[in-house]
Nanobody, 121 residues
């Protein structure tokens, strides 16, 4: 079993930055890659970024590439999503998830509760 807790969401103006954190716990957490997904109001949840626990593989959605950076601190069992140059369309609930490195939501086994990010224009 893996437990995931996100934090770091909030309200920011367009062009600003936020850093999300996902604290993972559980005996087998190092067996999983970690992904960030987001769900805007009225839309389906979509992939943003993912990283293997070793950090050897990282993937980004085109919509965030060049603006978001995923990283991890293994000693803290924590994964981060640094979000820069935020746009109003980045407004969503952001979720972290554990599973094989993938862009498909259904591939991820464990999910956090989500953290709200709101970008004002």
């Amino acid at each position: 079993q893996v437990q995931l807790v996100e934090s770091g969401g909030g309200l920011v103006q367009a062009g600003g930055s936020l850093r999300l954190s996902c604290a993972a716990s559980g005996r087998t957490v190092s067996n999983y890659a970690m992904g960030w997904f987001r769900q805007a109001p009225g839309k389906e949840r979509e992939f943003s970024a993912a990283i293997t626990w070793s950090g050897g593989s990282i993937i980004y959605a085109d919509s965030v590439k060049g603006r978001f950076t995923i990283s991890r601190a293994n000693a803290k069992n924590t994964v981060y999503l640094q979000m820069n140059s935020l746009k109003p369309e980045d407004t969503a609930v952001y979720y972290c998830a554990a599973g094989p490195i993938a862009t498909m939501e259904k591939m991820y086994r464990y999910w956090g509760q989500g953290t709200q990010v709101t970008v004002s224009s």
